[in-house]
């Protein structure tokens, strides 16, 4: 039995099998990212819902894991070396996952640095500038009489949608196959016009490969389990 008591977020969240995959997380774009990926790949795994909501990220007890104080995070109790392994950034999760299983991470080399490349796009544009539109969409920043930053930010998104339209024609996948580039970006999608009700300001409705790229995604029994883990407290 591995013995995770070094690690002080543990003594918030008890893993009740320390010798699987212990995953800190909560149903954002972000988290169902590596929830997504865990059920794809059929690793063993224990989520523990970390709830942003309440702050629950910016304790000693999660940073210690996560010095950014950001879900989602794991602990892997049999990482290299049969030895603990802590990661953090989703990113790098869904990397570190991929080759742990030979799963949705190419092994030719060509193919692998260009599935890597679509991740990093998702990591670098698509989710911090959805993550706009969504503050002054959906949130705090939708009171804001000034329009101008969220007209901003929502151009940009239609941009990289489009970006994603052209990548998607003639493929069902952003890869030839399946991977984590996909999964990266799924999340993000469904969300932007799902729960930030933002597709009217980029004209998504006038897509066709993005909106059918998502539905065959969402389609995915291991994707719809994703995106309800952990689940949202009551």
Do not use: C
Not at 155 to 180: F, P
Not at 209 to 230: M, S, T, Y
Request: aromatic share 12%; net charge negative.
């Amino acid at each position: 039995m591995a013995d995770l008591s070094s690690f002080p977020i543990t003594k918030l969240w008890p893993a009740a099998n320390p010798d699987v995959i212990q995953l800190y997380s909560f149903p954002t774009p972000n988290g169902v990212k590596v929830s997504m990926m865990l059920e794809e790949t059929g690793l063993a795994y224990e989520p523990h819902a970390v709830n942003i909501t309440k702050n629950e990220t910016w304790g000693p007890e999660y940073l210690a894991l996560n010095p950014n104080g950001k879900i989602p995070a794991i602990i892997d109790p049999h990482g290299p070396g049969d030895k603990p392994l802590e990661l953090f950034e989703s990113g790098a999760i869904l990397i570190y996952l991929a080759e742990k299983t030979g799963k949705f991470l190419s092994s030719d080399a060509a193919t692998r640095y260009q599935t890597i490349q679509w991740v990093m796009f998702q990591m670098a544009a698509i989710g911090p500038m959805f993550g706009q539109v969504g503050f002054f969409h959906k949130f705090a920043g939708a009171a804001y009489e000034d329009k101008r930053p969220r007209d901003r930010y929502a151009a940009e998104s239609k941009r990289l949608l489009g970006v994603l339209e052209t990548r998607l024609e003639g493929r069902d996948w952003i890869m030839d196959d399946y991977s984590i580039a996909d999964i990266a970006t799924l999340g993000w999608v469904r969300n932007f016009i799902g729960f930030y009700d933002a597709g009217g300001l980029v004209d998504y409705a006038s897509l066709k490969n993005v909106p059918a790229w998502l539905e065959r995604g969402l389609a995915r029994p291991a994707v719809q389990r994703g995106l309800d883990i952990p689940k949202r407290p009551s």
